[in-house]
Structures are given as C-alpha cells and as structure tokens.
C-alpha cells in the first residue's frame, strides 16, 4: 500500500507520536520473517535561480513583504516543497491488523528561486551587479541549507515511533492502520519543516542587515 503527501512552504507543531508497541508485543505481532528491513531515501532538487529584469521598483515593493510603498532595488522568491510517499504492509494477526511501514521515499525540492532586479538598472551596470550579487547571497543561503536539513529528515525517520518489520504496530482495523501510518510521519517530518523555515527566514533576515546593505550602496555612486 502507498501513500503520498506534498506539504509546500513559501521561502519568505511540534508533536511526537508513540506507537503502541506494548500493544503490538501484547497481542503478539509480527511480520512475516522474510519482510523488508525499513529503507529511507532522501532526494534533493534545487531549481536553477532565474534572473528578471523588467519590474520597476516602484512595482517589486508591491511584491515585496516591506510593502508598496518602498522602493525595491531587488527581490528573491521561491519556495521549497516537502514531500513524502510510504509504502506499508498491514496482516491480519487474530483480532487485529498487523501494520508496519517497509519503504519512505522524500523529496526536499526548491521548485522555483526568482531572482529580480529592478528594471531601472540595466545589466552589466554598477547598480545591477551590485543588487545581483546581493540577492545570490539570498539564493546561496538558500540552497546552503538543503542538505543539512536532508539528514535531519533521514533521521528523523530512525524514530521508533514508526513501526517497522522488527517493530510493528497494531490496529483495529486496516483504515485505522492507514491512518496511524499517515499520523507518524506527519509528526515526524512536518517538525523538521518547521524548523528549516524558520533558520531559512533567520538566515535571511542576516542577509539583509544594516551593514551588509551598507557594504552593498558603498559599491556605487549613483544610485
């Protein structure tokens, strides 16, 4: 059986699940002795930052959270996506369902990171290289953090709240099986999320400090 979930968080709940494993030894569940160990693969897929030139700045502060009434020399957007597909194996054992995950396949994408630089400074100009090298700071944070998180989430899954070959769980019924499955991995990965986006939003606010914009102005006369 599989089962698949895509979570998607913009660029710009925490609960942990306890199988029932006394249940499971109580009621004397196994899986069958030629079962799979549980495997896990983590894939990572970062698009290729795009670069546009044709918004004005007048029109990127509407697109931008400091609002429509700044003048914006540059923006990055993008998002990244978490998803995940399970495969599971559920056996009736006496009165109860025998369940336990064999397979997770996840996927850590950046689906798109769209640079702008506003359209009032060509390229090749002072203005423009300096604004682009400032948002590849914002695209190099971003793709920086990707695969540090892609172990977290391969550990993440070494959680013995999942139930495995070697620890299955058991259920009532196989949808209530289902739905353990589904619960488990929420609570396990959607927390990693949490915290990627929320270092990925710290990480960019350090991108855009004082000194750094400073440094940024400092490399041309004329703005």
Not at 1 to 30: D, H, I, K, N
Not at 88 to 103: G, H, I, L, R
Not at 155 to 161: K, R
Request: one cysteine or more; charged letters at 20%.
């Amino acid at each position: 059986m599989r089962l698949r979930y895509l979570f998607v968080v913009f660029f710009f709940a925490t609960g942990w699940f306890v199988a029932s494993t006394e249940g499971a030894a109580a009621a004397g569940c196994r899986a069958p002795r030629d079962a799979a160990d549980f495997r896990v693969h983590v894939d990572v897929q970062v698009a290729e930052p795009q670069v546009f030139n044709h918004m004005s700045k007048a029109d990127l502060g509407t697109t931008n959270s400091h609002g429509g009434e700044r003048q914006i020399l540059g923006t990055t957007q993008g998002g990244f996506s978490l998803s995940w597909s399970i495969n599971y194996q559920v056996a009736n054992w006496k009165n109860v369902y025998c369940f336990w995950t064999s397979s997770a396949e996840v996927q850590l994408a950046y689906q798109t990171l769209d640079v702008n630089i506003a359209a009032e400074y060509e390229p090749g100009s002072c203005q423009y290289e300096a604004v682009l090298d400032h948002e590849f700071e914002h695209v190099q944070v971003a793709q920086d953090i990707m695969q540090p998180f892609a172990r977290e989430l391969q550990t993440a899954l070494t959680s013995l709240a999942i139930p495995t070959a070697h620890l299955p769980d058991v259920a009532n019924t196989p949808e209530y099986a289902r739905e353990e499955v589904e619960e488990v991995f929420r609570r396990t990965l959607l927390p990693v999320r949490d915290q990627m986006a929320q270092l990925l939003a710290n990480r960019q606010e350090e991108v855009d400090s004082l000194e750094n914009y400073q440094r940024t102005w400092a490399r041309c006369d004329r703005w």
